[in-house]
């Protein structure tokens, strides 16, 4: 079964005129996806001008290492945002799995457990949250909203706002500091999630409900599709998601704290909307998130190349939101009516 963007309607897609499309076809069909490559260079020639260092070997490959949790999270939201929710509760749980990791490696556990655990720690706050938005119809935004808030709170309650450090010599740190042929792990890592949620939201019919349900969740479900357990199961993932960035920040740093992640949630969304993934669901691109999430990115480190105020970057973080949601209202909501 194929599932269209447009509302009320679940079926077929036309047929392609193949033999007529053009590059400039292609450009206009994938506008929100070539206006944020196009943005994405401009950043990074404007940087490497202002700064000495930023097309260096060294700093790409930091910056790759740095933003693998904000790509691998980001590739959930995605998933998320499409089907119409929202996941304000990411940095938390990145916190939360990041300290327990520290715990449970200094309480003698084997690091292979620790990672199973904190996946399945990730998973359970995920479906916990997905019950609340998909069973019981709680808007999404007040569930994680609460999620931010309490997930927290137990990750403070935990260390009591002090970092618990993470052997040296364990394994575990290899996740977050390892190389392999020259490229680091946790980039290897997100090349690998990036590459699996791709294929799902392209290449399964998973990833055309999760599209159907933010476009016409109702279409969907006459179609025979269990929405609720759709709308449960991006949650989980992105709850996974999560999870990983928050074992991946543990080895990276060595320590375990509950004041990691504040703010997070912010650069993933910033990402994903960049990427052009509308906020009214029903559209979403993971080329898109991937250069949003590299484009946020670039922003931290060449602000802080180009020696400016570290509160700088909030600032812009925050002014690219507001400016993506309103070209989401502007341009997506201008496509409907045109429909």
């Known amino acids: ?178 190389w392999f042929l020259g490229v680091p792990v946790p980039a290897l890592l997100a090349l690998v999630v990036l590459i699996i949620a791709y294929l799902a939201f392209n290449r399964t019919p998973f990833g055309r409900y999760v599209t159907g349900i933010g476009a016409n969740a109702e279409a969907v479900r006459r179609a025979g599709v269990d929405t609720r357990f759709m709308m449960l199961f991006v949650y989980i993932l992105s709850g996974m998601a999560a999870a990983v960035a928050g074992i991946i920040l543990a080895a990276r740093l060595g320590s375990g704290s509950s004041n990691a992640g504040q703010g997070f949630e912010l650069d993933v969304i910033a990402a994903v909307v960049l990427g052009g993934t509308s906020l009214f669901g029903g559209r979403g691109t993971i080329i898109g998130t991937v250069l949003g999430a590299l484009t946020v990115a670039v922003i931290g480190n060449g602000l802080i190349l180009a020696h400016m105020s570290p509160f700088l970057t909030p600032i812009v973080t925050g002014t690219i939101i507001l400016v993506a949601i309103w070209l989401n209202f502007r341009l997506f909501k201008g496509a409907t009516r045109s429909r």
């Open 1 to 178: 079964m194929n599932v269209t963007s447009s509302p009320g309607n679940i079926g077929a897609l036309p047929p392609k005129r193949a033999h007529n499309s053009t590059w400039k076809d292609v450009a206009i069909a994938n506008g929100s996806v070539v206006s944020i490559a196009l943005f994405f260079i401009v950043v990074c020639v404007v940087f490497s001008l202002i700064t000495n260092s930023f097309l260096t070997t060294p700093n790409l490959l930091n910056i790759v290492r740095q933003s693998a949790p904000l790509l691998i999270v980001a590739a959930a939201m995605t998933f998320v945002i499409t089907a119409g929710g929202i996941d304000l509760s990411v940095g938390s749980v990145l916190a939360l799995t990041a300290t327990l990791s520290a715990v449970l490696l200094q309480a003698g556990l084997p690091w292979p457990l620790v990672v199973i655990a904190m996946l399945a720690l990730g998973a359970a706050v995920g479906a916990l949250q997905g019950f609340f938005i998909a069973y019981e119809r709680i808007p999404a935004f007040i569930v994680t909203l609460a999620g931010l808030s309490v997930i927290r709170g137990v990750a403070l309650l935990i260390t009591g706002g002090y970092s618990i450090p993470v052997e040296p010599t364990s394994f575990f740190v290899n996740i977050g500091r390892a």
